[in-house]
């Protein structure tokens, strides 16, 4: 049976709504990344937004304590109100550590004030849902 973990970073809750959406069908209760890995995993799915320009440096530490023998394969995802994406940032830092990351992965507006005001709204949750059933089907 394949062994799945959440690990998330969320300054402003957006992460946060979307991994507890989704902690049961992916069947692991969703954490932080000050939480390091306690056990080897399948299937890694680590969230992140975006705030100046980056990702949180907390982020990248916990990338940096992972290695390729305790992940077998991380989904990245996460939310962002101006750039386009977090997940670029966390597919480098994870590929610089030779850890596989899936040519899938998820993307959704994060409000910022009046920027996207409401988002990750019902329909970012629900593409994120089924974002995730296909990612563990793969």
Do not use: W
């Amino acid at each position: 049976m394949a062994t799945n973990a959440i690990r998330y970073y969320s300054k402003f809750g957006h992460t946060e709504k979307m991994v507890e959406a989704v902690k049961d069908i992916v069947g692991a209760e969703p954490q932080l990344v000050s939480v390091p890995l306690s056990e080897p995993v399948d299937t890694l799915f680590l969230g992140a937004g975006v705030f100046l320009g980056k990702v949180n440096g907390s982020v990248i530490d916990f990338i940096q304590s992972i290695t390729p023998d305790l992940v077998k394969r991380v989904v990245c995802f996460g939310s962002c109100a101006i750039i386009k994406s977090p997940v670029p940032q966390m597919r480098q830092a994870l590929q610089a550590k030779g850890i596989i990351v899936s040519d899938m992965e998820f993307t959704c507006s994060g409000s910022m004030g009046p920027v996207k005001a409401g988002h990750p709204n019902a329909a970012d949750i629900r593409a994120f849902k089924e974002f995730v059933k296909t990612a563990l089907a793969q």
